[in-house]
Nanobody, 116 residues
């Protein structure tokens, strides 16, 4: 059974930083594309960043230069370092695992709130 458990969310002031983590189990982590998605109130869930099994990365335009996705296959964990946060980054952040374009699992999400 696939389990993805996010952590690291919270309340941060504008301009601040957070690091999200997603620990995976029940999958061969190293062969999966891992991603971070987010959903703000009243909006659809959008891709934030993805990292392939070969560590190729892709980012939403809105976070390029501010967010960095990385993975540690030994720890079966994917990270999202978020810098220069602003109010538009406020959302629930979800971890995703995919294989050949098919969703394998989703985490339950972690809330990120950017507010002064």
């Amino acid at each position: 059974q696939v389990q993805l458990v996010e952590s690291g969310g919270g309340l941060v002031q504008p301009g601040g930083s957070l690091r999200l983590s997603c620990a995976a189990s029940g999958i061969i982590f190293s062969i999966h594309t891992m991603g971070w998605y987010r959903q703000a109130p009243g909006k659809q869930r959008d891709m934030v960043a993805v990292i392939t099994s070969g560590s190729t990365t892709n980012y939403a335009d809105s976070v390029k230069g501010r967010f960095t996705i990385s993975r540690d296959n030994a720890k079966k964990t994917v990270y999202l370092q978020m810098n220069s946060l602003n109010a538009d980054d406020t959302a629930i952040y979800y971890c995703n695992a995919a294989w050949f374009g098919n969703d394998v699992g989703w985490g339950h999400g972690t809330q990120v709130t950017v507010s002064s």
